[in-house]
């Protein structure tokens, strides 16, 4: 039995393909057309999931689409009514585009899939997922997890903005949801506009700015902006947003609340932004771990499974995890939208069709979410060849040991291996990588090779093993979901001059023995690497390991600034030729920048649109 999953025309198009219950292939379709957030119709992520499984979609016995439109468009108008005549430029732009496009997306799903098999019979084998129906099936049916509750979380699917659901075997019910207007996505992306950020995209930013700040806001925001009961749920005061009848997420009430208009991008960051961004994570944190706590209360379960853009948020997994209201904890790599077509189509295998799922007691059945397109070593050293690469090709002893001795002397290295990631996180298939231990590799990677903002942090990449020697968490974190701190016995003290630091300047301070994965209050965006699943990978932490005595890696994801990560060994030389990256290694292929033809080298990434 074969159903493909597909997600599109909101932002993160993608398509992944289920066979008999075992996921085959997934994948953005960004990644093929390098635009980033790509929302067109996945036609390109969709012939790769064929292709991969050999099968036509002829051969495929159903298709399912991860929304709803009418119900959508059903909320739309009612938004519009409600809040009429307020809004109505809003809705004088909006209107056309669904009558043209969004409100026949069944008939224009059709077309596009018509290009892939005429004959196919859409009227019994196009199927629809509700929006948090396909995020919590994302996160529930690839889990460990026999029976969970399942959070999902984001700004908004059709009418759910928040939904608590039970799973058990193959079978998940929804039994709680908050609605829209009432959105913590919403509101965090409003936040994220407000500091200057583009929402959809720069959340993670305002993540990543909080630990630079204190939580000044946080009061005025819990007085003025959103109400919070014991149990997580909530309600906002729209009196302070514009998303439901404006084109702009909030209002001139909002500016003059928060002291001023808000941040245009790309101007200098001040301690206003680095405050809002505490005060918000806070926030956010506390309705989550309230949600959790009432979930685990309400439903009697031990484990959790958390999807939806909300589920993101690594800092506040890590203090779901250590709150303890649910035994295990399991967050869908892949919880943003593009994790919806993988979720449509698990929901039509187990939900419409009623099939059984098979579980090892031990690990998910996301194959480490490398789950997207690999090169075997003929067509790597052939596609090289084509755009002009000078390599050498050394067996795998060497090989380690050339790309070991690369980061050592202080390179930051392109690693390409294997399949690609589904999701937003590099998990070591297509990767930038350096020495952890060095003072200068967050700054050089942050500016002189992703050429993005200095406060930016980088997760560390470490052995399983290893873990709870080197951070206080005691589980694994494979998709660099769970923020724990540095553990004690690796901390450097901080001088009374270096405490007394403030906002950026806090940067420049040493505060452990792998300063280049510690943030600025200690943590880390951890990703545990497990031989079973990403062997090369892991193999490369090992030599790394016995050269230096650290198991740890800096870990970013391949490609610039605004950029979708790379896909093919062409997306992989270009970053590599047109960035401050030093040596590429790709399949068994080493690349140093200085033996390539210097005429090759661009700087590409002044044509790409910032994040």
Not at 290 to 301: I, P
Not at 489 to 517: C, Q, W, Y
Request: hydrophobic content about 40%; charged content about 25%.
């Amino acid at each position: 039995m074969k159903v493909l999953g597909i997600s599109a025309f909101y932002h993160d198009s993608a398509a992944a393909l289920v066979v008999d219950g075992e996921i085959v292939a997934a994948a953005q379709e960004e990644r093929f057309t390098r635009k980033r957030h790509d929302a067109r119709f996945p036609s390109a992520a969709i012939a790769y999931c064929l292709g991969e499984a050999s099968v036509a979609l002829g051969d495929v016995n159903y298709v399912a689409f991860y929304d709803k439109p009418f119900l959508k468009f059903e909320r739309l108008l009612e938004t519009y009514v409600a809040f009429a005549p307020r809004g109505f430029r809003s809705f004088a732009t909006a209107i056309p585009v669904w009558l043209r496009e969004k409100l026949f997306q069944k008939s224009l799903l059709r077309s596009e899939l018509k290009k892939f098999a005429p004959d196919f019979d859409w009227d019994t084998k196009l199927l629809f997922s509700e929006h948090h129906q396909s995020h919590a099936a994302s996160a529930f049916f690839p889990s460990p997890f026999d029976s969970a509750a399942v959070l999902t979380m984001d700004g908004v699917g059709e009418w759910a903005t928040t939904s608590a659901a039970v799973g058990l075997g193959n079978s998940l019910n929804v039994v709680k949801e908050i609605h829209f207007p009432h959105s913590l996505g919403l509101l965090y992306s409003a936040f994220t506009y407000y500091t200057g950020f583009k929402v959809n995209s720069g959340e993670y930013k305002v993540m990543g700015l909080a630990p630079y700040g204190t939580p000044s806001f946080r009061d005025r925001i819990l007085d003025h902006l959103i109400d919070i009961k014991d149990d997580g749920s909530f309600r906002l005061n729209l009196d302070y947003f514009d998303y439901c009848t404006g084109l702009r997420m909030t209002n001139h009430r909002f500016d003059a609340l928060f002291g001023g208009p808000a941040r245009k991008p790309e101007e200098a960051l001040t301690q206003r932004e680095m405050d809002l961004a505490a005060s918000i994570q806070v926030v956010v944190e506390e309705v989550v771990l309230k949600l959790c706590r009432s979930l685990a209360k309400d439903t009697g379960e031990t484990n959790l499974c958390l999807a939806g853009g909300v589920a993101l948020n690594c800092v506040a997994n890590g203090k779901v995890v250590r709150d303890g209201a649910f035994k295990n904890v399991w967050v869908q790599p892949a919880a943003g939208d593009a994790g919806g077509a993988l979720g449509a189509a698990l929901a039509a295998y187990h939900g419409f069709l009623g099939k059984d799922r098979q579980l090892n007691g031990l690990l998910d059945s996301m194959h480490g979410s490398l789950l997207g397109p690999q090169y075997d070593q003929a067509d790597i050293e052939r596609r090289l060849v084509a755009v002009g690469g000078r390599f050498e090709v050394l067996e795998e002893p060497d090989f380690l040991a050339a790309v070991t001795d690369g980061l050592v002397e202080g390179r930051a290295v392109g690693w390409f291996q294997g399949r690609m990631e589904f999701g937003p996180r590099a998990l070591g298939g297509r990767s930038i990588l350096g020495d952890p231990r060095s003072p200068t590799m967050q700054r050089t990677l942050n500016v002189k090779v992703k050429q993005r903002e200095s406060f930016r942090p980088f997760a560390p990449s470490i052995l399983f093993e290893d873990t709870s020697q080197w951070f206080e968490i005691d589980r694994p974190s494979p998709y660099m979901l769970l923020v724990a701190d540095i553990a004690e016995s690796h901390r450097r003290a901080m001088t009374t001059e270096e405490r007394a630091r403030f906002g950026i300047d806090k940067l420049n301070a040493i505060r452990s023995d792998v300063p280049a994965v510690t943030h600025v209050d200690y943590s880390a965006r951890i990703q545990t690497v497990h031989a079973e699943t990403n062997a090369p990978y892991y193999k490369l932490l090992q030599a790394f390991k016995a050269k230096t005595g650290c198991p740890i890696l800096v870990n970013t994801s391949f490609n610039v600034r605004g950029e979708p990560i790379v896909c093919t060994p062409e997306d992989a030389y270009r970053c590599f030729m047109g960035t401050g990256i030093e040596m590429l290694a790709i399949g068994n292929c080493v690349l140093r920048k200085e033996r390539q033809d210097a005429k090759l080298a661009q700087d590409y990434a002044r044509s790409i649109d910032p994040d």
